[in-house]
């Protein structure tokens, strides 16, 4: 690339980012930082085609520190001078754990949820399975919006009635059925066991990699498979 | 029942014809015809040049907003704490009975909608039953039924 493309040193903005410094285009949000950096953050209402929504809350980062650092859900969040982030300290692995168990209650039946849960090592789902189809995470309503410029479906209704609806729950006439919404659906996709599987969690697939070193208040393991400590077999539930 | 375009026209032309007017003329439309017409919904779509889907959005996020057609006479149950331990339950039964509907149904012969809401702000009166933007406080279920023989206009 010629000189002129590049931005000057001046224009990035140097944070923290789980101990270590690192400078960032002032434009992204700390998702997209994380994500240059090579930083796993599990995410399932974004996606890079589409606004940021910020309603999955998987993304969440402990900024700011001490007792005065608090959770903030990192699609949504600039980056900015000087900002402290923890991306997998252990109050962010805890919140993103519950959220994960309530979201897998929510959609047993999804096995990109599924997969999630396994990723994160989730043992159980202490929630009645509410067998919904619907995490009303809002990435077809975008994706019909922004990407087919159709603005066919979207959220009717308010709190726990909240669900997503063409105007009136009929079929409308801007909808071109071009399946969009559909593709872009993380719970459509059935789970190995089909709909009629025994439990909320799956298990299937869990810990068939194998833990590895405790895990440190900031700090973590990020290889994946496992290179460093491998243990032995007898270690793998 | 059919909207007439040029009276809607006349709504939305007090306000300023721009996607920040819709809450405005949706209550506008609203208190014309006590409920939001489907094609008066799809007209204000056109108008403000808003997604059908974001007006059906706001319309059902909202409680002031109806999509089914009120009767004449709105009666609102306080279903608040202080309503509810003194036997608001009760009077919204015998509301029910006497009127052969459901909370939030409107009658066959479009005289009244019963609703439920949570707090009216007179718990000291309570149960508070509103009919028509008239309060009635200390209601028990036998003084209901002579809120609904006297009707108001």
Sequence with gaps: MSENTERPRGEMVTFSLNGSYVQADPKWSLLEAMQFYGLNIPTLCHDEGLTPYGTCRLCVVEIGKGDRSKLVASCMHPVREGLEVRSHSSRVM????????????RCPSSKKLQDMASMMELKEVRFEPANDDCILCGLCVRMCEEQMAAKAIGFAGRGTDRYIT???????????KCGACMYICPVCELR?????????????????????????????????????????????K | MTVDESKLDSIIDKHDVEEGSLIPILQDIQTEYSYLPKEALEHV???????????????????????????????????????HVRGAKNVLENLERELGIKAGDTTDD????????????????????????KHHGQMTPIKVESLLSTKPV
């Design chain 2, 110 to 133: 479009g005289e009244y909608t019963l609703e439920t809401v949570n707090c009216v702000g007179a718990c000291a009166l309570g149960p508070v039953v509103v009919n028509n933007e």
């Design chain 1, 94 to 105: 805890k919140t993103r754990k519950m959220i994960m168990e309530l979201l897998v209650a």
């Design chain 1, 192 to 236: 190995c066991q089909g709909p009629q599987a025994e439990t909320t969690l799956c298990s299937g697939c869990i810990n068939t990699e194998p833990v590895c070193a405790e895990k440190y208040d900031d700090a973590t393991c990020f290889m994946v498979p496992c290179l460093s400590c491998v243990k032995g077999p007898m270690d793998v």
């Design chain 2, 45 to 83: 779509s056109q108008r403000l040049n808003i997604p059908m889907v974001q007006i059906f959005g706001v319309a059902t996020f909202f409680k002031a907003f109806s999509l089914k057609p009120k009767g004449k006479n709105q009666i609102h149950v306080c279903m608040g704490t202080a309503c």
């Design chain 1, 166 to 176: 063409t105007p009136f729950d009929m079929t409308s006439d801007e909808c071109r």
